[in-house]
């Protein structure tokens, strides 16, 4: 059964305990998206998350059955919502990347929101088309703080910025880093801009021939940094794998001369 996030994000646990030390696998989902539910107990939910049918546990408070086919989308690392159309309006809650919203009026540069608050318009877009660059979309994550299963504005680990921002290009990326390893983009021997370079239990989007930007431990938040020395404190990097061009830019770089 579909059920949707209705908090602006919510841990997917792999035990329904929410004071239990993180596991190994561990998410989260954002405001709007969908969890598939297979039981229900002791206010907990069962089930996977839609996008990429990842297995856990969700408090059932942060749930309802009754879904709202989103229309936008946000694009910013974060973004308040207000209570009316205004800056100087009581702020309502504060929302993601990513988040799915329905758009149901428009004013004064604002829009009414799944009919309970009020957003400014220039930190959504419509679903679709999707928008090809993902390096841009990793930027705006840059100063995030570091969080363990992490997706969100509010925390992301590597494999969930990488995630979330070649979802915004429409591209279906994998939850873990071993997957994406395994099933993104081909082979590539010398690294390029919007390459992912992958280290052991790490990845990150190359920003040119030498700099990578990831959600990293080190620094306990997004950063971006050369490449060498992330390669130095890592262990090595174990695969570079080359992705769509970012739409129509025309990226150079050592493989083209």
Known sequence: MKYQVTSPITDVREVPDANAVRGK????????????????????????????QYPGYVERRHLTQS???PTHIVTTARTHTYQDASIKSPLVSTLGFGS???????D???????????????????????DKD???????????????????GFGID????VQVCLGRAGMTAPRDTEEQQ?????????????????????????????????????????????LDRVTARSGGI????????????????????
Request: charged share 15%.
């Open 182 to 226: 395994t099933s993104l983009g081909v082979k590539a021997d010398l690294p390029c801009g919007g390459d992912l370079v992958f280290f052991p239990g790490h990845v990150g989007i190359m920003t040119d021939d030498h700099n990578i930007i990831h959600a990293n431990a080190f620094h306990m938040e997004v950063t971006i940094e050369p």
């Open 67 to 69: 879904v709202v086919p």
């Open 134 to 152: 993902y390096l841009a979309s990793a930027k705006k994550f840059l100063g995030t703080p570091y969080y363990w299963g992490g997706r969100s």
């Open 25 to 52: 696998f561990e998410t989260q989902l954002v405001f709007g998206e969908i969890f598939i539910v297979g039981e229900e107990k002791n206010g907990w939910c069962k089930g996977m998350c839609r996008h990429d």
């Open 108 to 130: 004064k540069g604002f829009a009414h929101i799944n009919n309970y608050a009020w957003v400014y318009q220039k930190h959504i877009a419509p679903i679709t088309p999707p």
């Open 238 to 257: 174990t695969a570079i794998r080359q992705l769509k061009p970012l739409g129509s830019k025309l990226i150079t770089c050592a493989r083209s001369g």
């Open 158 to 161: 590597c494999s969930g910025l």
């Open 100 to 106: 799915l919203v329905t758009i149901s009026a428009s």
